[in-house]
């Protein structure tokens, strides 16, 4: 391939990059202002999208300036490996971001709404604070500040008592 042709490509690569930066940030931010979603929460995936889309950049510009299909995929493979064994290391932390993420999207769970955290162990009924991309927390009717990680949240089931009603004391 002609060295001049690989610029161009490149350059029209990263231009694309930067549109579906744009046009993904809008989609999330307008996401988050129908369903009424925290801002700090919506940066978080931002974030995450941001990471596939410059993955997703990397390889395509590999394929451009010919990198060789084996050599790509044995260091790909490599890398996927290596951040295998440390996600599974670290199981928790990769289920609480999956979590937070479905949260996001498909959970109608708001900062403060009342819920009731559907336990037989325990008796949480309370109003909640924050949600962050690895814990709920939430102030008890009985004054305790509870902190949930967004994978239990996603595996207990979560009761939304009201949107409305204020605690009383």
Request: net charge positive; proline share 2%; charged share 20%.
């Amino acid at each position: 391939m002609i060295p001049y042709k690989l610029e161009i490509y490149t350059v029209i690569l990263f231009t694309l990059l930067l549109i579906v930066r744009f046009i993904s940030k809008q989609i999330i931010r307008k996401f988050s202002k129908v369903r009424a979603i925290n801002p700090n929460r919506s940066k978080a995936i931002l974030n995450f999208s941001y990471l596939f889309i410059y993955l997703i950049t990397i390889a395509v510009l590999a394929i451009i300036w010919g990198v060789d299909i084996k050599d790509f995929s044995v260091f790909i493979s490599s890398v996927l490996a290596v951040l295998g064994i440390a996600f599974f290391a670290q199981w928790s932390i990769l289920s609480n971001l999956t979590a937070s993420a479905i949260l996001f999207f498909n959970h109608p769970v708001r900062i403060g709404d009342r819920i009731k955290v559907l336990d037989k162990d325990f008796d949480w009924v309370g109003e909640v604070k924050d949600i962050t991309s690895f814990y709920l927390f939430m102030r008890t009717d009985r004054g305790e500040n509870i902190t949930l990680p967004t994978s239990l949240v996603i595996q207990k089931g979560i009761q939304i008592m009201s949107k409305d009603i204020k605690e009383e004391i």
